[in-house]
């Protein structure tokens, strides 16, 4: 250890109460920090978690959308999903309808989303128990998956027969009219609510019942053999379509981001005002340290520790004291982000596999640079007053006083 | 006084200093032409009233401060051309200090207030280490050496500063007032203890009232409102 940082840690142990409460200080603040550097990207690195565990490379959009945002639909889709499959190194291409129905149950009655797939397999969702919808034109149609709400909220189980339509009252439906489907999988839709009901069922299916000819798509989900080529695939969907939108995962993530700017604002306003407290505090103590010892600065600077050395030792200080305060930022910080976590993903219209604070590898290391630089500018003022120290006449002073 | 000759044995020379502070409104002229120097094992005690100047002077010589007119030449070197850097490293290897209040840092113990001079020059642990041991059995202190100064009696911190002075094996000991917080028997051992390192080859400048310290020294100067009389 060289002397700089002896001295440091020696000063640090000198008063340890003081150092103990201004480490703890700096911990709650580097918490605040720690979360919101967490909360600007938070969302977007969970989808992007979750996207990438989906395996679709590329989702192409009605113009201007993101996935299931609107009614709108792509009004070739399932052309435009046969010729995506046609180029080369993609794996599948699979058109998606969406759309909100009803489902009756006994005397149960509550809206649900549904998804209208080709077949089974698609991966638009997770089979979790029971099998699959089949495959197209295949036997044993008039079957659905249901999502783990229904099951769990309103005791749906396998084998049970569900009235589908498109309005509320049947008796008032003219050209869609209700369809009975047996219950043959529970699965896991990756973007539900907390307590949103959901359907997959074929996709010929759920046209029927919204009594729309078959061809458009809300949604084409692109899986490829090599996702690299994931933004070439996405010019060339968007070149030969201009009323579409191909997005690869980072373009997902880029749009989802633009239209999540008030996080980052709010992270932003918070994550300063945190850097700031800390930036004082660090500065206050070191200051008040400093002061306590400039007869021991300029012995030290007699006995030949140079200006810049001194100057070192004043910033180390603030360094060092950041440092310390890190371990309890970070614990302090992952505790308050769970609570905080769960009370935002309390709020409607939050999918259950999205979090709002998301520990990611580039969070941690912009929360601990930040709080590393802040202990350096936080010993800036203090290393001035020492460089600047008078040796003999504070030496001098040292002794008349 | 004239100016001394450059000899192989000289370690510090003071040609004509002047030192002058401003003050508010003022010009205070510490020093007003002091012509000194101090050879190798030579033991000089500055005699004086409060605010002759003796202080002062020390700094200088001990490139602490610089003169505003007249030149110090430290080891052959004039120090008004030396930058922070060089003069830091000059104190640092060729001048030991001791003063009044000891300045001991109180979170280190007597052997780490004496190793780190060493520290700060890079000698090696087991070096330091070792030299350590040898500097504090030749103050008499080698059973105290991990206790921190706060346990150490006012004559047993100044013999862990005059440790500290010498750990880099210095050229030049300065020391200003080393017994004014002790008693006179104290003070009398810490006499002793300069004088001792003097005659091991270091020169040494003692700054005192003390007329029994400044009496074991080879030579004295007398100074009044900032020059030799």
Not at chain 1, 182 to 196: H, K, W
Request: glycine residues 10%; charged residues 15%; hydrophobic residues 50%.
């Amino acid at each position: 250890m060289g002397p700089l940082a002896f001295l440091v840690l020696r000063t640090l142990r000198r008063y340890p109460v003081r150092t103990a409460l201004v480490i703890l200080g700096l911990s709650v603040t580097g918490a605040l920090l720690l979360d919101m550097t967490m909360l600007s990207r938070g969302l977007e690195a969970s989808l992007g978690t979750v996207l990438s565990r989906l395996g679709f490379a590329v989702r192409v959009v009605p113009r201007g959308t993101l996935p299931f945002s609107s009614n709108a639909e792509i009004p070739a889709g399932d052309r435009l999903a046969a010729a995506i499959a046609a180029r080369p190194g993609v794996a599948a291409a699979v058109p998606v309808a969406a759309t909100n129905l009803y489902v009756r149950r006994g005397p149960d009655r509550f809206p649900s989303f549904a998804l209208g797939v080709p077949a089974g397999g698609s991966g638009v969702y997770a089979l979790l128990d029971g099998r699959d919808l089949p495959p197209p034109g295949s036997a044993g149609g008039g079957v659905v998956v249901i999502n783990r709400n229904m099951a769990r909220l309103d005791g749906v189980k396998l084998g049970d027969t569900l009235v589908l339509s498109a309005v509320p009252q049947p008796f008032v439906v003219r050209y869609a009219a209700p369809r009975t489907f047996r219950v043959v999988g529970i699965a896991d839709f990756y973007f539900d609510l907390p307590t949103q009901r959901s359907v997959a069922l074929a996709t010929p299916a759920l046209r029927g019942l919204q009594g729309r000819p078959e061809g458009a798509a809300s949604l084409i989900l692109v899986r490829m053999d090599d996702p690299a080529g994931a933004d070439a695939l996405a010019r060339w969907i968007a070149a030969r379509d201009p009323h579409v939108d191909a997005l690869s995962i980072q373009g997902f993530l880029g749009r989802a981001a633009s239209q999540l700017t008030y996080f980052t604002q709010f992270s932003l306003v918070l994550g300063t005002i945190s850097v700031a407290v800390s930036f004082l505090l660090i500065t206050a103590i070191v200051t008040l340290s400093l002061e306590e010892r400039l007869g021991e600065i300029a012995m030290l600077r007699a006995i030949g520790f140079a200006q810049t050395r001194i100057t070192g030792l004043v910033l180390l200080e603030g360094v060092v004291l950041s440092a310390a305060s890190l371990p309890g930022a970070f614990l302090l910080g992952l505790v308050i982000s769970q609570n905080l976590d769960a009370i935002l993903r309390s709020a409607p219209s939050v999918p259950q596999n999205l979090h709002f604070f998301t520990l990611t590898a580039p969070a941690a290391l912009r929360t601990i640079g930040l709080l590393l630089v802040t202990g350096a500018l936080g010993g800036l003022y203090p290393a001035a007053v020492a460089a600047r120290l008078g040796v003999a006449a504070t030496l001098h002073g040292e002794v008349l006083s | 006084m004239t100016a001394p000759a450059p000899s192989a044995g000289m370690v510090v020379a003071a040609d004509g200093v002047v030192k002058d502070y401003r003050m508010p409104g003022a010009v205070v002229h510490a020093l007003r032409g002091v012509t000194v120097c101090v050879e190798r094992g030579a033991c000089l005690a500055v005699v004086g009233p409060s605010g002759c100047g003796k202080s002062t002077l020390l700094h200088l010589l001990g490139a602490v401060d610089l003169p505003t007119t007249g030149r110090i030449t430290l080891l052959g070197q004039p120090t008004d051309g030396l930058g922070d850097g060089a003069l830091s490293r000059l104190r640092l290897r060729h001048v030991g200090f001791v003063f009044q209040r000891f300045f001991l840092l109180p979170m280190l113990t007597a052997e780490e207030n004496v190793g780190l001079p060493m520290m700060e020059a890079g000698v090696p642990g087991a070096e330091r280490r070792e030299r350590v041991r040898i500097l504090l059995e030749r103050v008499g202190l080698a059973s105290r050496a991990r206790h921190h100064p706060g346990q150490l009696s006012g004559g047993e911190m100044q013999r862990v500063a005059i440790a500290r002075a010498l750990a880099n094996r210095p050229d030049l000991l300065l020391a200003d007032e080393p017994t004014g917080e002790l008693d006179e028997a104290t003070g009398r051992e810490i006499g002793v203890l300069l004088r001792e390192v003097s005659r091991d080859g270091t020169a040494v400048v003692i700054v005192t009232h003390n007329p029994d310290l400044a009496a074991l020294a080879d030579r004295q100067i007398r100074m009044r409102d900032g020059v030799i009389v």
